[in-house]
């Protein structure tokens, strides 16, 4: 439930703070295609893991069995060498390339990959595309009062899921019959 809920509140946050791209057919665009691949492929086997070999080789670098392996994926998700401009909100970057957010692109694993990956992840971007294009079509989103877009606090509580440390609030103005 939540990792559905702060996705969309993440993405009115860069909505509301970056107001250019707040036209919710540019959302519905923009949300990279979903692909009619299954995502888990085959059962998870966790006994297989039980004969694997002592060592497994990661990178040239032996790893002792028993390791935890953490992916920053939060990292590369972020990171220069991988992505241009990777800190900028620019949703077009998924028509120039074609990125698949479901574990065959590592460039963008919010789904993780293979045996573990997540098989919400359908039912997770459909609940995001829909709140956010119903969020999008209807109302305008600006931020309360005299508060400025540019000043919304886009830091993190880092956790299980990354909610926003300060939740995003916003007064939302329906979109008048001329502008559907
Ligand atoms: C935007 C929404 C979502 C995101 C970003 C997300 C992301 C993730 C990630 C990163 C993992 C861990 C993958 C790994 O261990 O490497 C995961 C696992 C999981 N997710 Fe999701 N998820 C979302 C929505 C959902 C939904 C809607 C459901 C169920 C209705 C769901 C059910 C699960 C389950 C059961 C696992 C554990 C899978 C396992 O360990 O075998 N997720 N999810």
Redesign the pocket.
């Known amino acids: ?1 939540d ?2 809920a ?3 509140e993440w993405a009115m946050a860069e909505m509301i703070k970056n107001p250019s791209a707040t036209k919710a057919r540019f959302l519905t665009l923009t949300i990279p295609p979903m692909r009619g691949e299954r995502i ?1 492929q085959a059962a ?1 086997s966790y006994a297989s893991n039980a004969s694997s070999p002592i060592q497994r080789k990661i990178r040239g670098n032996y790893i002792p069995k028993g390791s935890n392996v953490h ?1 920053n ?1 939060w990292a590369v998700a972020r990171d220069p060498a991988v992505w241009k401009n990777p800190l900028e909100f620019r949703p077009e970057r998924f028509l120039e390339e074609n990125v698949d957010m479901k574990g065959h692109d590592f460039r963008l ?13 359908h ?3 459909n ?2 595309t829909s709140m956010m294009n119903h969020l999008l079509h209807h109302f305008v989103w600006t931020p309360p009062q005299e508060a400025k877009p540019e000043k919304i606090d886009m830091s993190e509580n880092p956790g299980l ?1 990354t909610y926003m440390r300060t939740p995003v609030h916003a007064v939302a103005t329906l979109h008048l019959p001329s502008d559907l």
Not at 109 to 121: E, H, I, K, T, W
């Open positions: 439930m990792t559905s702060i996705t969309a888990i998870p992916v994926v694993l919010s789904f993780g990959a293979r045996r573990q990956a997540c098989p919400g992840a039912l997770g971007i609940l995001v899921v």
